[in-house]
């Protein structure tokens, strides 16, 4: 008796192909962890010191602070003559970005690329920055940084990571694209 020992070669169909693992749960833990990162530093910095007053961490160069931003980045409009109104609009900019960023963050967040990770720190600073406005009337600002003569205005974690988002952006938009033959 012989045992005949036939091995076959299957080519993979696109339903058997392994498909990448679905990453918008990740990109949106990334999202969340901004915000909560965000709401812990600001609840310390208001708990530990009072609005106006500061610590100084690096003299001349950083300090801690706690100050209440009614404007918008910079503290753009914050002496508006209808605070009212610039807030309502400040919120409604967040809620329209906040959807548009959740959107394009579900069409590119299949696979974690700087793209999507991107758009995740983007997306959990506007919201960070959201709920601010929202429950307070006011955004807490509180990393404030000297370099020599400059004073850069006071910013937090959300406001960090919108700027880290927008950098990793621009890297991945001027990176050289490999060429498809």
Known sequence: MSLTNKTTYETPT?????????QRGLTLAIAAAVVLLDR?????????????Q??????GVFRITDVHNTGAAFSMFAESASPTTVRNILIAFSVIAAIVLLGMLWRTGRALTLSSAALAL????????LY????YSYVVDFLEV??????????NVADSCIVIGACLL????????????
């Not at 530093?41 to 010191?49: D, S």
Request: charged share 20%.
């Open 122 to 129: 983007i997306l959990g600073g506007a919201v960070g920055n």
């Open 146 to 155: 000297h370099i020599g003569n400059y004073h850069w205005p006071d910013f």
């Open 40 to 52: 812990i530093t600001k609840h310390i910095v208001a708990q530990q010191l009072p609005n106006g």
């Open 132 to 135: 601010d406005r929202i429950r």
């Open 14 to 22: 696109p339903a058997t192909e392994a498909r990448p693992r679905d």
């Open 170 to 181: 621009l890297i991945e938009i001027f990176r050289p694209q490999p060429i498809d033959s």
């Open 54 to 59: 500061a610590h100084t961490v690096i003299p």
